[in-house]
């Protein structure tokens, strides 16, 4: 059961750490074609990437992925960064909402995660000191966060105005 959560939690930030590397990435393109800011998403967006990547190598580390599920993970990438990338130059309100659904499926699979580590299902395979029920409560929060940002992000977009018309969320991590 410990590797199957952590086999999930490595395929979910695999996937999470990508649209903000692509819409952060996207957005600073746009910032130097116009000569405009960008309200703080830029930021925002790629700090969220940096924070999933984060999620990403703690999970590798608790999971210790086989180099078949190491290929697993490169290859989740590139499919999904050329899926995402073309869905949000399609639209961004709909890639941003299609995020934050993903998030609210990764807070709800952290929920579990956390209930088995709490019943001890689940082993804590970190040392005496750490807890892994510590590290799943606070990257399920990241998530909750993560969730409310690109929802945030989308609903600006179907309010027919631009992401910089609204001071971006920054500085949570």
Known sequence: MQRR??????????????????????????SLR??????GWI???LEEAENERMHLMTFMEVAQPRWYERALVLAVQVVFFNAYFLG?????????????????????S?????????????ANRLPANAALKDIVTVVRA????????????????????????????????
Do not use: W
């Not at 959560?5 to 746009?30: D, I, Q, S, W």
């Not at 116009?34 to 309200?39: A, D, L, V």
């Not at 639209?91 to 807070?107: H, N, Q």
């Not at 995660?113 to 299902?121: H, W």
């Open 88 to 108: 949000y130059i399609v639209s961004p309100k709909f890639a941003y909402r299609v995020v934050g659904y993903l998030e609210e499926e990764a807070i709800h």
């Open 43 to 45: 930021r925002a967006l």
């Open 5 to 30: 959560y952590g086999c999930r939690a490595m395929m979910l930030e695999t996937v999470a750490a990508v649209p903000g590397m692509v819409g952060g990435m996207l957005l600073h393109l746009r």
């Open 34 to 39: 116009r000569f405009e800011q960008s309200g």
């Open 142 to 173: 990241d998530e909750a966060h993560h969730r409310d940002v690109n929802h945030f992000a989308s609903d600006i977009h179907y309010q027919g105005m631009q992401l910089k018309e609204s001071p971006a969320p920054i500085g949570y991590n």
């Open 110 to 122: 952290y929920t579990e995660y956390f209930r088995d580590l709490e019943s001890g299902k689940i």
